[in-house]
Structure formats: C-alpha cells, structure tokens
C-alpha cells in the first residue's frame, strides 16, 4: 500500500501548457507525487478543498533586478505575494567590477536570505573587461549573460567586437546570450535633441526612443548570434515592428526567444502624462497599437515568455527627467495583471498563460520538467488561483519599497490566493510563511533546451 500523501489539493482545475482538467493534486515530500481525478483523502497529513480555483505550477519570473530598492531578499518576499515561486536575477558588473565577483556575492546572498528557488544571470557593463570572465562564472552554473546595446552615454554599452566574441564563448560553452536591444547611439543623439534644454519635457521621451532603433538592435543581435551559432533571449520587446526580425529569425529555424513585460502589454504612452518619470522605462510604454501587436505575438508563439523586469528606483517626479533612472516596480502584480489584462479580456487562453509565466520560461531556461509544470516527479512548486476574487491595486498594498506602482487604482479579476515550494506553505491567508534562507539555487541550461510551447 502506498504512503499517504503530504498534501492533498482536491476539487481544482489543473492548468499546464498541455491543457487543463479537474484533478486532485498529492504531494510527498517536495515533489509530486500524483495527478488523478480522484484520490484518496485517506491519511493525507494536509487536505485542502480548492474547488472552483485554478492550480497553475509555481510562476517563474526570469527578469528580476534585486540591486536597487528591493534586494535579493525582498525581491523574493514580494515575488512570493503575486505567485510566483522562482526568480532569476541580474547580477550586474559595473564599470570596473570584475563579473566573477559579482556573480559570487549575489549567489552567497541569495542562497542565505532568497525565500524562493533562485538562478542567476550574469550582467555586464564593461565587456571588454568582463567578458573574458564568462568561462568561469559558467562553472557556478550560470550560463546565461546580459549586453546592452544601448545606454551608451552611462558607460554600458556593448559593441559588436566584444557582443559576438562574447556570443562565440557562449556558443561554444552551451550559453545563452540576453540582448536589450535598442541602438545607443542614435538613442543618445535624440536625447540631446529632445530631452535637454528648456523645451525639455516627458512628453518626448517616446520620440528619443523610436521603435525602430528597437527594431535595428533585435535585428543586429539576431545576426551576429546567427554567425557564431549561439542562442539569444531577447528580453523586453516593446513595439510592433520589433516583432518582425524576431518572426523572420524563427521561421528560419534560428535559436531565437522572446519575452514581453505586463506594462507593455497593459498600459500606453499616455501615462507618461500623469506619472512623469515614475513611467520612465527603457525601452518605454508604447502605444495601443503596439500593445495589440504584443498580445497577438503571445498568442502565435513570436512572444514566449511574459516576465517582470522589476527594477524599483527611487525617482525625483519633479526633478530632471532625463536624470531618473529607467525602471518601474513590477514583480508582486506580475501573474495578476497579465492574467487580468490576457485572459479575462480574451488575448490569451489560461492554458497559454501558464505557458508563457511556467512553462517557457523552465524550458528555455533548462529548468524544466522540474520547474514550470505540474507532473508527478516536478518540483511541488504549485498555485492556487481564484478567477473571481476582484482586488484593487494600490500603493498601500503592495509591498517593494519603491513605494509606488503604475497600476494604482487597477481591479483585477483574480487573484493568487496561496503557493507552495517544493511542498512547503509560501503565501498562506494573505502573508508568507516562507522563510529566509529556503531558496535553492538553480543552475540554468543545464540540460539542453526542450522545444518551448507556442
């Protein structure tokens, strides 16, 4: 006779990037154990009756930036009250440090103080400088590892010597390459143009920006990973006409993914009128017609991943605008807001939602089937979602210490209720039982990259 499960979830609707059925969930230990219609309550150390809610697996935001107002810690905590369950996180080398370093002191911290499952990514500011280190950081198992191609003028852009040598390591050491892809030159020229001087206001922020250099730097870093046979994650896709190079890249065949954000999916230029700077985003908020396109790209697979981008800084709304920093709270109102925004107004299918906030992100990132699904042997990294709990977004209630959120005043139309990692109670009757310190580390791609689901 088999043990008794840990925990059991009953009468819930089971959403994976397969579909979705009534079943009942058992947990033994940190993993599960068993997914059927009906199973026995008989023993079971925990039953919990979830019916008319959906289970979707743990969601894993892969665009975190815990080096500003939240760090590691409270990018976790906060993470943790919106659902999701794993983060992976930019470990940035700033001019003049040493990515080895860098990489090290984030990944002592996270596995110390991190309540969630963790990976990291290597960022990087001065190339030259840094890229040489790749090999090595590969070896604590990260393998993925971020270039600008913009910000020219703050000292961190990548040109494209040090982007495709950096690329050829990748390539040969099974990396993966993550490129903000926006053309820093031509960007740094129209800020002069249209963001100094006494005319200078937010409502040109847009125009210093245009989604065509978007367009250019997508299209350059498609074509040099093509040329040394290395893989490309471009994060942040904004604009329509930024899905066209990144359409023609995968009808070719290219290894070649994507990822929007819930604010370019949701919001629109315009509130740059009302937010000023707290709106300052790079690349930025884009227009109706370009939030359309996003949804669409989601929809035929062009878009496989939604993540947050969460890089909460303190700004001065009534000081310069172009000395405030890039970057807007995102990470607790990530599964809700995309949920609202995608399937209650019927740009995606739930099934497609858990594929592109689970299921994608693990595949691509090689943490999947132990990450990013829910099947007997996965991680019990599992969430409980009610479709019609209706919740307001406020600044009040939200929890990163940046103290503001682009969505004050957004009810949504369901709404995390509890989660699980690997078994264990994380969000719980509205606060977290998770502690510091029960995050694991996860090495990323370490196996090779599953076909991700479109």
């Not at 999916?265 to 017609?289: F, H, V, W």
Request: one cysteine or more; proline letters at 6%; a negative charge.
């Amino acid at each position: 006779m088999s043990q008794a499960h840990d925990l059991l979830l009953v009468g819930g609707t089971v959403v994976t990037g397969a579909g979705m059925r009534r079943a009942d969930i058992g947990v033994k230990g940190e993993t599960i154990a068993a997914i059927q219609p009906s199973l026995p309550r008989e023993g079971a150390r925990e039953v919990l009756d979830v019916s008319g809610k959906y289970i979707f697996p743990g969601i894993i935001d892969v665009h975190v930036h815990p080096v500003y107002l939240d760090d590691v810690e409270a990018c976790s905590r906060i993470a943790a009250y919106g659902g999701t369950t794993t983060l992976l996180h930019f470990a940035y080398a700033r001019t003049g440090d040493s990515l080895l370093q860098k990489v090290e002191e984030m990944l002592h911290d996270a596995q110390r103080r991190s309540l969630l499952d963790f990976g990291l990514h290597g960022g990087m500011f001065e190339a030259p400088k840094q890229v040489p280190e790749i090999p090595r950081v590969m070896t604590l198992g990260v393998r993925t590892f971020k270039f600008f191609l913009t910000y020219l003028k703050q000292g961190w852009y990548t040109d494209d010597y040090q982007l495709i040598k950096a690329m050829d390591i990748l390539a040969e050491h099974n990396g993966m390459a993550i490129v903000h892809c926006e053309n820093g030159g031509a960007i740094d020229y129209l800020e002069d143009k249209f963001l100094k001087g006494p005319q200078a206001s937010a409502r040109f922020f847009n125009a210093s920006r245009p989604p065509a250099l978007e367009e250019e730097g997508i299209f350059r870093a498609i074509r040099l990973a093509e040329v040394v046979g290395c893989r490309v994650y471009i994060p942040h896709v904004t604009a329509k006409r930024a899905l066209r190079p990144i359409r023609m890249a995968q009808e070719e065949g290219l290894p070649v993914y994507a990822e929007t954000c819930p604010q370019y999916l949701n919001l629109t230029e315009s509130i740059l009128e009302t937010r000023g700077a707290l709106a300052k985003i790079g690349p930025p908020i884009r227009t109706a017609q370009d939030s359309e396109a996003l949804w669409v790209g989601l929809r035929d697979g062009t878009l496989s991943v939604v993540a947050s981008d969460h890089a909460p800084k303190a700004k001065d709304v009534s000081g310069d605008f172009l000395m405030q920093g890039f970057g807007s709270p995102q990470i607790e109102t990530l599964l809700p807001v995309t949920y609202d925004g995608g399937v209650n107004r019927g740009h995606i299918s739930v099934v497609r939602l858990v594929q592109v906030l689970c299921e994608n992100p693990a595949r691509i990132f090689g943490l999947y089937p132990r990450k990013g699904t829910l099947a007997a042997g996965s991680d019990a990294d599992l969430v409980v979602f009610d479709p019609n709990r209706e919740f307001t977004i406020q600044a009040d209630n939200q929890h990163s210490n940046v103290g503001y959120t682009l969505y004050e005043g957004l009810t949504t139309l369901g709404w995390p209720m509890m989660s699980f990692q690997r078994g264990k109670r994380v969000l719980w009757q509205g606060e977290i039982q998770a502690q510091p310190g029960q995050g694991r580390f996860l090495p990323t791609l370490e196996s090779p990259a599953d076909p991700i689901l479109s």
